[in-house]
């Protein structure tokens, strides 16, 4: 190389640049390189959240008026795939997120406090003649007022910021007790009951205060089995925002859950997972991986490892903004008892179908068939009517009757077919607010 070259003032000037250029070239590398994952996740995230916003605005359905399709459209959306993060960071993040706004619900009573004592006149001697004059004071038991006492617990979350708390029917069935709610920060509060589900398991109650945070609800009709959940609740009543994870393993179940005190009850459309669900966990959310409750815990299979049920949130939302319009949830209801129909059914009863629900009585006799003076009753439905549809929605595994009813207003006029004495019929019935009961 010519060296009057390296004299050259031009030449110099841009062999100094560009080496300056590739130093810095290098650095910028380095620096990429060394937080590559950051750098990853944050035009992964911007990518997708373009591509989702592309496919909304693409496949937007105005003025949507069938469920179906708008649940079809969630779940397109909703199965984009997010920026690759490990399932335990997203559950950390998920958890982080929400636990401010679960809480532990304790129950109180007043219970009757008993003390020992001996009467020196009450002597008795367990020997009788066999050894006479052998005698002694008999310790006695007697009431000496009453006492407080923790008899149970539960577990709720907040959906508004000034204290309206969801949790289930059952944890605050009692009237006379009192209820008392531990925040995430150790403080605790009375609580009242404000509403009582007359329909599901499910009640809200209120604590005095301000600047709650309340969870976001998220959409149970797209849940697929499989999908990983959370959930978050005062396990056994002592373990407070004790942290389950597992995952969906089946939909739409039907079972048939019982409290302490002998009271049965017949969920169904119910969400099955295997995160532990505890005695006390009741009431708390299920939650998935965006922190978005998807359904609330409401029962555990007694004598099995890892079978857990939950109410969809879905069903819940109606009577949570029953409650903030009208202090109440109001619903509406049919008025009827009835065991659904199956192949094994119809076979063993010698029926005629093996669908719809057969108009039945409880197991006492006050569980009537049909309740006095319900639109049923008005109608004219008696036990051992089959009913086959409603609205030509036939009754089956994938249609159940209660969640059918659940979706309907009141005042809203449905046609049942019925099967009556081996005829069928149909019938119009106007539904109307169901009783709190």
């Known amino acids: 190389m010519n060296k009057n070259l390296f004299k050259n003032p031009f030449f110099l000037t841009f062999l100094t640049s560009f080496i300056s250029l590739l130093v810095v070239l290098a650095i910028i590398v380095s620096l990429v390189w060394k937080y590559r994952a950051e750098v990853f996740s944050y035009f992964a995230k911007e990518y997708i959240q373009e591509q989702k916003n592309k496919l909304a605005s693409s496949t937007s359905i105005p003025n949507v008026e069938d469920k179906t399709d708008q649940i079809f459209l969630d779940k397109i959306i909703s199965n984009i795939p997010e920026p690759v993060l490990d399932q335990q960071a997203q559950v950390v993040n998920a958890v982080k997120k929400t636990k401010e706004a679960v809480v532990s619900i304790i129950i109180t009573k007043e219970v009757p406090k008993y003390e020992t004592y001996v009467d020196p006149n009450a002597q008795t001697n367990p020997f009788g003649d066999?050894?006479?004059?052998?005698?002694?004071?008999?310790?006695?038991?007697?009431?000496?007022?009453?006492?407080?006492?923790?008899?149970?617990?539960?577990?709720?979350?907040?959906?508004?910021?000034?204290?309206?708390?969801?949790?289930?029917?059952?944890?605050?069935?009692?009237?006379?007790?009192?209820?008392?709610?531990?925040?995430?920060?150790?403080?605790?509060?009375?609580?009242?009951v404000v509403a009582r589900d007359p329909v599901l398991d499910i009640a809200l109650i209120k604590i005095n205060g301000f600047g709650f945070t309340p969870l976001s609800l998220g959409n149970s009709d797209i849940l697929e089995v499989g999908h990983t959940v959370i959930a978050i609740g005062n396990a056994l009543a002592e373990f407070k925002n004790t942290v389950s994870v597992g995952v969906i393993s089946g939909l739409s179940r039907s079972i048939t859950a019982g409290?302490?005190?002998?009271?049965?009850?017949?969920?169904?459309?119910?969400?099955?997972?295997?995160?532990?669900?505890?005695?006390?966990?009741?009431?708390?959310?299920?939650?998935?991986?965006?922190?978005?409750?998807?359904g609330v815990n409401v029962a555990v299979a007694q004598g099995s490892q890892n079978i857990g049920f939950a109410l969809p949130i879905n069903s819940v939302k109606s009577a949570i903004e029953?409650?903030?319009?009208?202090?109440?949830?109001?619903?509406?209801?049919?008025?009827?008892?009835?065991?659904?129909i199956d192949v094994n059914m119809k076979e063993k009863n010698n029926l005629t179908v093996d669908y719809g629900v057969l108009v039945k009585g409880g197991a006492t006799i006050d569980e009537l068939a049909v309740i006095p003076g319900s639109p049923a009753n008005k109608a004219g439905i008696v036990e051992n009517d089959i009913i086959l549809s409603i609205n030509g929605i036939k009754l089956d595994e994938d249609n159940n009757l209660s969640s059918i009813i659940r979706q309907k207003k009141i005042g809203d006029i449905i046609i049942l077919r019925i099967l009556h004495a081996g005829i069928e019929k149909n019938v119009s019935i106007t539904l109307e607010a169901a009783k709190d009961n």
């Open 130 to 192: 066999l050894f006479p004059g052998f005698s002694f004071n008999v310790p006695q038991y007697r009431q000496n007022g009453t006492e407080k006492k923790e008899i149970g617990g539960g577990s709720g979350f907040f959906v508004t910021s000034d204290g309206l708390i969801v949790t289930n029917k059952h944890v605050v069935a009692q009237t006379d007790v009192e209820y008392t709610v531990y925040t995430n920060n150790g403080k605790k509060h009375t609580a009242t």
């Open 259 to 294: 409290d302490n005190t002998g009271k049965t009850e017949l969920l169904d459309h119910v969400i099955q997972t295997d995160a532990a669900i505890n005695p006390g966990n009741s009431g708390g959310p299920l939650l998935n991986l965006k922190g978005e409750v998807v």
């Open 322 to 340: 029953s409650v903030k319009k009208t202090g109440k949830i109001i619903r509406p209801y049919l008025g009827v008892r009835y065991i659904s």
